[in-house]
Nanobody, 124 residues
Framework: QVQLVESGGGLVQAGGSLRLSCAAS????????MGWFRQAPGKEREFVAA???????YYADSVKGRFTISRDNAKNTVLLQMNSLKPGDTAVYYC??????????????????WGQGTQVTVSS
């Protein structure tokens, strides 16, 4: 059974940084595409970043240059380093795992497993 557990969310001022972690069990993160999505109140879940098995990365335009996705294979964990945070980044952030090592798309329906989410709040 695949389980994804996010941590690292919190309250931060605009311009600050946070690092989110996604600990996986039942799946080796280095063998599958892993991603991060977010959902703000009243909005649809949206793609943030993804990393393939070969460490190719892909970012939403809104976070490109500010966020970095990476893996810690020894800990079977996926990380999202978020810098220069803006109030518009406020959302619940979800970790996701794909069905293969390749990034199959940025639609939530393309991803197979999800964590419970971690709240990120950026104050102005």
């Amino acid at each position: 059974q695949v389980q994804l557990v996010e941590s690292g969310g919190g309250l931060v001022q605009a311009g600050g940084s946070l690092r989110l972690s996604c600990a996986a069990s039942g799946r080796t993160v280095s063998s599958y595409a892993m991603g991060w999505f977010r959902q703000a109140p009243g909005k649809e879940r949206e793609f943030v970043a993804a990393i393939s098995w070969s460490t190719n990365t892909y970012y939403a335009d809104s976070v490109k240059g500010r966020f970095t996705i990476s893996r810690d294979n020894a800990k079977n964990t996926v990380l999202l380093q978020m810098n220069s945070l803006k109030p518009g980044d406020t959302a619940v952030y979800y970790c996701a795992s794909g069905g293969s090592g390749y990034i199959s798309g940025n639609s939530p329906s393309s991803w197979n497993y999800w964590g419970q989410g971690t709240q990120v709040t950026v104050s102005s």
